[in-house]
């Protein structure tokens, strides 16, 4: 059965998902005695034995990533792909603007090429520089979103059309400002709720307080997982890494939300 694209929790009035839900956990469970947790299909109420069995499910099972699942009682993207199988859950692989594609493929070209730091850890090297003059900046500082810009600059030259993103270094910055050039922001808490609406090509947006942020491609999307393209990180997936690297990250863990140019 597909992910409904929201979280189904206490209180869902979709019988049919309520129904498909209760035989998978009663199929997944098969608990006897004291701790049986029968559950009754044609019972369209997700109560609180439902969600009692919900967590017990997640305290003992993993994601498709082998990852712990999150013990809260609601059937998030995760949850329902290890009920129903990663196939029933949002897979987005290819953008469909024809800029982001190449915008994905100038970004990847940069990880493939292994760009580092030059020394390490100072935010320095030849095409660190070029990052942060291409968005206005001296070199030196920090350096992801000047990475995201260049891409699409580049990108934008080698199909010969005016650079639709904002021109700026600064992550939260670039948050606050892209809804003036035309992108669509989804917050965070909607993209987990529904990782359809997060596409190949968007942009990720991390904000750790005090104006700190961090961010990064989305090359595509794999149920509760993004798998990125990033710079100024490492395998780490810290904000001050030394290099270009493709990771791949829970989407719950991108705490502001998506930008997206297409």
């Not at 206490?10 to 839900?21: F, H, P, Q, W, Y």
């Not at 897979?91 to 990880?111: F, I, K, M, N």
């Not at 270094?169 to 400002?177: E, I, P, R």
């Not at 750790?208 to 989305?218: M, N, P, Y």
Request: hydrophobic content about 35%.
């Amino acid at each position: 059965m597909r992910y409904p694209g929201r979280v189904v929790k206490v209180g869902e009035t979709d019988a049919r998902i309520v129904k498909a839900l209760k035989t998978a956990l009663n199929k997944a469970l098969v608990l006897r005695g004291s701790e049986a947790i029968v559950l009754e299909p044609d019972n369209p109420a997700f109560g609180p034995q439902m969600k009692q069995a919900v967590k017990l499910f997640q305290a003992r099972h993993l994601d498709e990533q082998g990852q712990p699942l999150k013990t809260d009682g609601e059937v998030g993207s995760l949850t329902w792909a290890a009920l129903f199988g990663p196939a029933d859950v949002p897979q987005h692989v290819q953008p469909h603007d024809p800029l982001l594609v190449t915008v994905l493929a100038v970004a990847g070209s940069q990880a493939d090429a292994g760009v580092r730091e030059q020394p390490r850890n100072s935010n320095r090297g030849p095409e660190v520089d070029d990052y942060l003059r291409r968005a206005g900046m001296q070199p030196g500082v920090a350096w992801c979103c000047a990475f995201t810009y260049w891409c699409f600059d580049e990108a934008s030259r080698q199909t010969g059309q005016a650079n639709p993103m904002f021109k700026t270094a600064g992550c939260l910055h670039h948050w606050q400002n892209a809804p003036g050039q035309g992108a669509r922001r989804l917050l965070a808490r909607d993209a987990v709720a529904d990782p359809g609406r997060v596409q190949p090509g968007a942009i990720f947006i991390m904000d750790f307080g005090g104006g700190l942020g961090h961010t990064g491609l989305v090359e595509r999307i794999e149920g509760g997982y993004i798998h990125t393209i990033e710079g100024n990180t490492d395998a780490s997936q810290g904000r001050e890494g030394g290099g270009v690297y493709r990771l791949q990250r829970k989407l719950a863990s991108i705490n502001k939300g998506f930008i997206d140019y297409a």
